[in-house]
């Protein structure tokens, strides 16, 4: 066995995939989140982006819906 | 790199479908952003063997307490420094802690096989999270600002707490689940400093 057989891949979208997905789906439909920091958010973000730096993302699941498709950035 | 980690964290909670962007925000607005090598992997396949995933925990804990030492040397500012290299000290005791476990549960004193055998991995060659070769990432951050090497180390710490979740809820025995508990709040912290040191760079 080789070391990558411990490791599935996170599945990846492209900037112009979730561009597209962002005007074709309702903003209720989806989770989008923003997972650096305060500081960083402020200085821009994504439109409709939610706020919830990785740091804190364990504690804070329940703001988020899984059932519906999540991008974050 | 904080989105891959981030949506990994998704998956294993059970969000159906977690997508991270590729590139982040600087992608986004139209700038290549150049990742760590082998960016595109991320998180720890579910069905391995408890042993396995404790030899591949050690493994990864020594290719993240080389690479700080390496980045604590590399930093100008006297914080910076001390900052990798707490962490640096820390990842050298937890690797003490999976061996622990390892002996207790298969009774042995050493074990001159551990960790490589078990995953029949060359040794030598050492690993970070997402299977990246530790050379490559030292190479890549070279050209780095101090702020991608913070954010590469942020889902460094992501995927290790990731894993000590997983493993402590596979263990059956107690102390193990404890060392386990142990050993992600130990992240945590580390995780809270890398961000903190993070935020303080963009402000």
């Not at chain 1, 599945?11 to 989770?31: A, G, M």
């Not at chain 1, 821009?44 to 519906?68: F, M, S, Y």
């Not at chain 2, 590139?23 to 607005?29: E, K, L, P, Q």
């Not at chain 2, 900052?83 to 622990?100: A, I, R, T, W």
Request: charged share 30%; hydrophobic share 35%.
């Amino acid at each position: 066995m080789g070391i990558m057989d411990y490791f599935k891949p996170v599945d990846t979208w492209s900037p112009d995939k979730v561009r597209q997905f962002l005007n074709e789906v309702s903003p209720q439909d989806y989770n989008l989140v923003d997972v650096r920091t305060p500081k960083e958010y402020e200085q821009g973000h994504l439109p409709g982006a939610q706020l919830i730096p990785v740091a804190e993302l364990e504690t804070r699941l329940k703001e988020l819906d899984k059932t519906k498709p999540t991008i974050t950035y | 790199m904080r989105s891959r980690a981030a949506a990994a964290v998704l998956s294993r909670e059970g969000f159906k479908e977690a997508y991270s962007m590729e590139g982040g925000i600087r992608a986004w607005n139209g700038l290549r952003a150049a990742g760590p090598p082998d960016a595109g992997m991320a998180y720890f396949g579910p069905a391995q063997k408890p042993d396995e995933m404790i030899a591949l925990a050690w493994i990864l804990e020594e290719g993240a307490c080389k690479f700080y030492t390496e980045m604590g040397k590399r930093q100008k500012g006297p914080d910076e420094a001390a900052l990798f290299q707490e962490l640096s000290d820390d990842e050298e005791k937890h690797k003490s802690s999976l061996f622990k476990i390892y002996q207790g549960r298969t009774g042995k004193d050493g074990d001159p096989g551990f960790p490589h055998s078990l995953l029949s991995l060359e040794s030598g060659v050492d690993y970070l999270e997402g299977g990246v070769v530790l050379n490559k990432a030292l190479e890549w951050a070279q050209g780095q600002e101090l702020r991608d090497i913070l954010d590469f180390s942020v889902s460094l710490e992501v995927n290790a707490i990731d894993l000590y979740i997983k493993m402590e809820r596979k263990v059956e025995s107690g102390e193990a689940k404890e060392i386990f508990q142990a050993l992600s709040n130990q992240e945590r912290n580390h995780l809270k400093r890398l961000t903190e040191a993070h935020q303080t760079l963009t402000s």
